[in-house]
């Protein structure tokens, strides 16, 4: 049982492994420009601003937007949807 149970993590952490990698080379795919070092990018919610590196962004029309936080981006969705 206990055997099983490691089994299944290590399952779960593969997958999981697996789909950062891919979504990191997509993503590098996508921004050629954004090659190098980190840059710094404005919130467009609310204008603080935020690593390029953060998970909180958005790809709309071939722009990358990106969000200091969860909420800022969900934010910036519900009015690019409406
Ligand atoms: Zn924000």
Redesign the pocket.
Known sequence: MFTKVLLFLAVVAGIVFFFKIKDKKSIEKQSDELVNAVEMKQ?S????FVEDTTKHKVKLNDKIYY???E??KNKFIEEHTK
């Open positions: 919130d919610v609310c204008g603080s969000f200091c936080s909420e800022c």
